[in-house]
């Protein structure tokens, strides 16, 4: 069974990783990250990744009621 994509998941997910791949770069010591700098980036990305889901659920409830009403006509 195949389930649907969640855009504001894949967003999600790619911010959350690259959060990490910094802080690590952070931590070896091949990138100089000032402490402040990681908060925003995960802030940020994950306000977008919401309102991407928020958009998603609300184009997919929209396309549900269109196709429910040329459905029962015919």
Known sequence: MRHEF???RLI???VLMLAGAL???DATGEAELPWYALPP???GGLALA???GIAT???R???RENGD???SDG
Do not use: D, E, K
């Open 6 to 8: 969640q855009p504001g």
């Open 57 to 59: 659920m609300l184009l």
């Open 69 to 71: 009403r040329t459905g």
């Open 23 to 25: 802080f690590l770069a």
């Open 41 to 43: 980036i995960v802030g």
């Open 50 to 52: 919401a309102a991407t």
């Open 12 to 14: 999600a997910g790619l």
């Open 61 to 63: 409830r929209r396309r």
